[in-house]
């Protein structure tokens, strides 16, 4: 049976990869060259300690704080907008203990078997992506972030993933460029992290060279259902229109999936978290070792494939657009030596700056499982910040869905139709 997947980023390659290794026919649509978004320009972190959802007691607080800071790292654009007062009531109403005390054991097994697979994956002959075990540093200027990142770390240990409080001495061993009045850190010795770009060409190469078929420039305008099934989708390649006919169907389009959602009659409340990366050489003697948060600037730094060092931040509510804003720019390059001294970064030109959408969903988790009315349809998307993360995991759910086999994880909170 041939599966078709909407979206060519990492969730669709990966669903594409565990579905081709157990014997199925796969095609891939992608509406763009399939040369960028979301998928490449990120931090690539593997990140077994983010197991606590964005939708946080106190997190609507601290956003309404940051929104009146034009170089904060964390933004919604006011605008009267339906859906984003939706999304917003159900953010607010997530951001409860209840409900993120039931999502970190979730998050947190959906990322160890994420992580596993990685390990698998980078052992392959001829499949290199720069994959690193180094762990992950919480860096805390102050005495103040330390205290509330010591806990957080306390919970961590209690799920069962390594959390260590470094005092400043022992930071300096580990990380000997970091400015000396950084208070400390918490370090997730589990954590990894790879070279999105890398990994992104090793599995096209690897899909490819294995038959799966890729139409990119394709856009899926409308889905055509028929007997409680998904019959075929009406789609614009080179400004034509074509039909192609569907056997099972995976969604996989990141922030655009409300709106194929929607054709399907399911409510899928998303937003796109606009954030931005900048990618430079490593400096020689000042080589950074380990990834870290910059956590008062949210801000992530990856040692990445050899000599590069990549700097991702911000998180933009603020709709599906190509709009560049320079201050949170500037504001990620700014806090970049308030810890390394020695990171002095050149603000690059506007059409330099690589940005990406993270599809968010409000409360945190992935949106991973069936349709209930329409039985060859599949939603696999609202990775938010954690999508390289949980992408061959949820590669590996969607496959075992396809498959009809029973999931390695329980998928009850990842329902794409909790908000039905
Ligand atoms: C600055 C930044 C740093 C990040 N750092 C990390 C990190 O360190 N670790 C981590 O785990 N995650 C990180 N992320 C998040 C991660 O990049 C995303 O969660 C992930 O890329 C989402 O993958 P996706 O496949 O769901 O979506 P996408 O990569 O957006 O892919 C969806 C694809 O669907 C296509 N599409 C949409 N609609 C249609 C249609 N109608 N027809 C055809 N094609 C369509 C789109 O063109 C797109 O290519 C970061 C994100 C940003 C912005």
Known sequence: MKTTIIGGGLIGLFSAYYLKKNGHDVVIIEQSSGEDGCSFGNAGMVVPSHFIPLAVPGMIEKGIRWMFDAESPFYVKPRLNLDLLSWGMKFYKAANKKQVEEAMPALRDISLLSKSLYQELSKMKDFDFSFEEKGLMMLC??????????????????????????SQSELHTLEPEVRP???????????????????????????????????????????????NRVKSLDVWQESRSEIISVENLIIATGSWSQLLAKQLGINLPMQAGKGYSITAEQKNGKKLNIPSILLEARVAITPMSENLIRFGGTMEIGGINNHINMNRVKGIIKSVPQYFPDYQLETPAKEKVWYGLR??????????????????????????????????GTGHL???????????????????????
């Open 141 to 166: 200027k102050t005495n103040h972030t330390l205290e509330e990142e010591a806990i957080v770390a306390e919970q961590a240990n209690l799920l069962g993933i390594k959390a260590k409080v470094l």
């Open 359 to 392: 599809p968010c969903s409000p409360d945190g988790l992935p949106y991973i499982g069936r349709s209930s009315n329409l039985s060859n349809v599949i939603i696999a998307s609202g990775h938010a910040m954690m999508g390289l993360s949980l992408a061959p």
């Open 398 to 420: 969607v496959q075992q869905l396809v498959d009809n086999i029973p999931t390695s994880l329980n998928l009850k909170l990842y329902n794409p139709e909790r908000y039905a």
């Open 181 to 227: 009045e950084v208070a400390g850190a918490v370090f997730y010795e589990g954590d990894a992290h790879l070279y999105p770009n890398q990994l992104l060409a090793k599995l096209k190469e690897y899909l490819v060279q294995n038959g799966v078929e890729f139409l990119y420039n394709t856009e899926v305008k409308t889905i055509h259902l028929e007997n």
